[in-house]
């Protein structure tokens, strides 16, 4: 996290929990931001032609093999674009009873999210080869993560950027064919079946508008287009990246955070307590982009194993994230066990938290964060010998790539825990203003 970023939230912070004012400075009543900023949100205009396409494709069932999935029906739009069932992952297949391998991620904002490498944290000139990289950062020590920021930092190589929980995609387009084409998903079988679909569905003529009727000769060409259509609605659509949650107004001085609001806010941006936004950014860009709360990093948070999950009855397999078994072109054992940092936007709308879904509720999230290292009987469970078989979910080989340093992993057994239940508390009251579709005009708290 830039410096620039932390100065700017303590000195807001401070001054609205105290409710003071500086001389000069406009007079501001509680739980109003005394330092508005101007948010520069993506620019609205009617869907493109290509964009109408890609929203046919994203709501049609006919391209699965059950014919009842569409990329709509694990992303809904009414749970801002994640799933909407209860459960930690969702069933796929051609008779819907294939579980997924991991929980469904939310479709918002990911229109600013880079592409995947492995480089020096914030900085994207420096940014070369995967795996040139790679084999450098295993002598690279990792520096402390923390919501002030540290010079050191700037020498870590870290993985960041990417899509799906393992950044095993760089594109939109190119990630929308791993959905049609997975067994757990859609199960569309080949590109050919589903070119052979996409022939027949209601809104064929589009493509031969488009691209020209060349396109239907080829079957890999037909859906490439399809998927860069579908790419393109996501990007377009302003419902995938609206900014309109109560923080984004409170930032820009339209809205007024409760007073538990409030302390949440200043715990998530204290490095020696939450220390949330150390990797979940909660300001907006030195120019005026609303924070997407994710740093885009990947780390290895040692989240309990998903004894829900089908795949987990095997004990020998492990989801480690970016070095596989899903992908499969990191071979460096550093990065085992790490994902990718997800955007805490519209957090409150979900029932599955964490890759694994391993978490039902916020509250259980804020305990691992608190507990995982003062009290890890909380969090995880006994093994047959009677001992206690923490960070359970990754081989013991891997567990030295967990993270021990950023606050508030850097505590022990015994130590007071960084939150009390009531900052728990007041930091899930913060999450819930990241929900969009909130009315400024109407609220004055
Ligand atoms: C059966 C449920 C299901 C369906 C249907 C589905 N997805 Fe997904 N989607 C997932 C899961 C699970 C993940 C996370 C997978 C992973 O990380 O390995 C995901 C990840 C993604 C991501 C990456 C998000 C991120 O934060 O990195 C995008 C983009 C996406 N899906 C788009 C689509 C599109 C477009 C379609 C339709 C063509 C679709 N999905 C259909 C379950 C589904
Ligand atoms: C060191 C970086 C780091 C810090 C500090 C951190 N997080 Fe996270 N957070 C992550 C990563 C990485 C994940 C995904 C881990 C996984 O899936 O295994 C995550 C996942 C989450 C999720 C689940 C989101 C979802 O869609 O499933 C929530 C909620 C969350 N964090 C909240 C918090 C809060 C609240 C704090 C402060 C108490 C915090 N985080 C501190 C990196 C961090």
């Not at 109003?32 to 948010?39: C, D, G, I, S, T």
């Not at 790419?231 to 107004?249: I, N």
């Not at 900052?423 to 609220?443: H, M, V, W, Y």
């Amino acid at each position: 996290m830039r410096r620039r970023d932390v100065l700017w939230h303590l000195g807001a912070g401070l001054l609205m929990l105290a409710g003071a004012t500086f001389a000069g400075e406009a007079q501001v009543s509680p739980g109003e931001n005394p330092h508005p900023v101007h948010l520069v949100r993506p620019h609205a205009a009617p869907l493109s032609a290509m964009a109408q396409l890609g929203q046919k494709i994203f709501y049609d069932p006919s391209l699965s093999s059950s014919g009842q999935l569409s990329c709509a029906s694990c992303h809904s739009p009414q749970h801002a674009y994640g799933a909407p069932n209860d459960g930690p992952v969702m069933l796929g297949g051609a008779d819907l009873t294939r579980q997924g391998a991991r929980a469904v991620p939310s479709l918002g904002y990911l229109e600013r999210q880079p592409n995947f490498s492995i480089g020096p944290e914030q900085s994207d000139d420096n940014v070369v080869s995967v795996t040139i990289v790679a084999a450098l950062g295993q002598k690279s020590t990792r520096a402390t993560k923390t919501a002030t920021g540290t010079a050191a930092s700037a020498a870590n190589i870290v993985p960041q950027g990417g899509l799906f929980w393992d950044g095993r995609a760089d594109t939109l387009q190119g990630q929308a064919l791993f959905p049609l084409l997975d067994p757990r998903e859609m199960d569309g079988g080949s590109i050919e079946r589903v070119a052979g679909l996409l022939r027949h569905a209601p809104y064929f003529e589009r493509f031969v508008g488009l691209f020209g009727a060349g396109v239907l000769n080829s079957s890999r060409l037909l859906v490439s287009e399809a998927m860069f259509a579908v790419a393109r609605y996501q990007f377009e659509d302003a419902t995938f990246h609206p900014y309109t949650s109560k923080y984004d107004y409170w930032l820009e001085g339209k809205a007024r955070l409760s007073e538990s609001e409030l302390r949440g806010l200043q715990l998530f941006n204290d490095p020696d307590k939450a220390n949330c936004a150390g990797c979940h950014l909660s300001s907006p860009t030195r120019d005026g982009l609303p924070p997407l709360f994710t740093d885009h990093q990947y780390e290895a948070l040692g989240a309990p194993r998903n004894a829900a999950l089908i795949q987990n009855r095997d004990p020998t397999y492990f989801d480690l994230g970016v070095c596989g078994p899903q992908r499969k072109d990191i071979a460096e054992r550093q990065y085992c066990g790490m994902f990718l940092t997800p955007t805490l936007r519209n957090v409150a709308t979900r029932h599955a938290f964490f890759h694994n879904g391993v978490f039902g509720s916020l509250q259980q999230v804020l305990d691992f964060y608190n507990f995982r290292d003062t009290n890890p009987e909380k969090i995880y469970p006994l093994g047959a010998d009677g001992r206690l078989q923490k960070y359970n979910d990754i081989p013991q080989a891997y567990r030295t790539n967990v993270d021990v340093a950023d606050p508030p992993f850097n505590r022990h057994p015994g130590d007071e825990p960084a939150m009390t239940p009531q900052d728990e508390a007041d930091i899930i009251a913060f999450l819930k203003t990241l929900t969009d579709g909130f009315q400024p005009a109407r609220s004055t708290d």
